[in-house]
């Protein structure tokens, strides 16, 4: 097993961020830290406290690598699904039906999109590749921060961007580079932590991250977004999505727990202004755009997978969306917002 070279001139140790070397399927670092590859993938995760389980599954089982027969080569207990998913896509996998869907990415499909998707659990017959919002590229690198099975990784690098992912799930991101062989994208992945990126100083052009920050900690929010102030280069942009305390959808979900404070993976809401005090202290000068209105994760490259309610609440988004150019303090009271920084650190 192998990193890719172009890959490995990137990656640092994410305890100390000192250059790694890779010897006997595993990566170095001249500290003497040491991280295992998997199928050509770093497992790049310090052994401290995780932000969710299974990114400590995947450390350990990273790290085990048992060569049994009758291995479970996907890493099903690295994925974020419920247990009664993960029997029915263990049942899947056992039958070994030539399915034209990655079986992982069918079953992750609503934890990753959101519960809209819930529908075509176990039952997805395309990718759902959403439309990025930048503008085509020529090679320029992207980090998708959170990538899990690699939709917005395949979106930039449809549009010209030598795309990175890296997310914390094992299972997810074997899932991203099987998905990326099956549709011929030049995209790399690796298994790490927001709070500690294990890629170089001044390293990419874009960062971007959907629905992934929001389930942090305020405090591992600050840690993670002045992680993309160190990786970003100057002058490069960072598109990270957000909810916002003001959307309807939003008061509904905080309203449902009583407006009481998030506890372990739920959702945060943050204010407008709380968050460009927050990019602008990490990363840069910084705006707005709207992403989406009555919910999260809603994406109108999409519409023709939802059932007729959902299109129609789709529709609507995108009309607001579309307004909010004209009138910027729709973005206010938009559930879903994009927070656009310039590097200038």
Not at 69 to 83: A, F, H, K, N
Not at 312 to 340: N, Q
Request: aromatic share 8%; net charge positive.
């Amino acid at each position: 097993m192998s990193v890719d070279p172009s890959l490995l001139k990137l990656l640092v140790c994410p305890r100390h961020k000192k250059p790694l070397s890779e010897a006997r399927s595993s990566l170095f670092c001249e500290a003497g830290h040491q991280y295992p590859v998997v199928n050509d993938v770093p497992v790049l995760l310090d052994d401290g406290p995780q932000t969710i389980l299974f990114a400590e599954r995947s450390r350990m089982q990273a790290e085990q690598r048992p060569v049994d027969v009758g291995r479970d080569s996907y890493y099903l207990d690295t994925i974020g699904i419920s247990e009664n998913e993960r029997a029915e896509l263990k049942s899947r996998l056992v039958s070994k039906s030539d399915e034209r869907i990655d079986p992982v990415v069918s079953f992750l499909i609503a934890a990753t999109n959101g519960i809209a998707y819930k529908h075509l659990i176990g039952k997805l017959n395309e990718y759902p590749l959403p439309e990025l919002r930048l503008p085509p590229a020529n090679g320029q690198m992207l980090l998708d921060l959170g990538c899990n099975w690699g939709r917005w990784s395949f979106a930039a690098a449809r549009l010209g961007y030598r795309a990175i992912g890296v997310d914390p799930s094992l299972g997810a991101v074997l899932a991203a580079k099987r998905v990326a062989a099956q549709l011929g994208l030049d995209a790399k992945f690796v298994v790490g932590d927001a709070r500690f990126l294990p890629f170089q100083r001044h390293s990419m052009d874009v960062v971007f991250s959907y629905s992934v920050l929001q389930h942090f900690s305020k405090g591992d929010a600050s840690t993670a977004i002045k992680e993309v102030g160190r990786v970003l280069q100057a002058n490069g942009k960072s598109v990270i999505q957000m909810p916002t305390v003001l959307g309807v959808r939003c008061l509904y979900h905080q309203a449902r727990r009583c407006f009481r404070k998030a506890r372990n993976f739920e959702v945060r809401y943050w204010t407008i202004p709380a968050l460009r005090r927050l990019f602008m202290e990490h990363v840069g000068r910084t705006a707005f755009s709207v992403d989406c209105f009555f919910g999260i994760g809603l994406q109108a490259a999409d519409i023709r997978l939802m059932p007729l309610s959902l299109r129609t609440v789709i529709r609507a988004s995108e009309l607001l969306r579309k307004t909010s150019r004209k009138v910027p303090p729709l973005c206010y009271v938009a559930d879903s917002v994009y927070v656009e920084s310039i590097g200038t650190r």
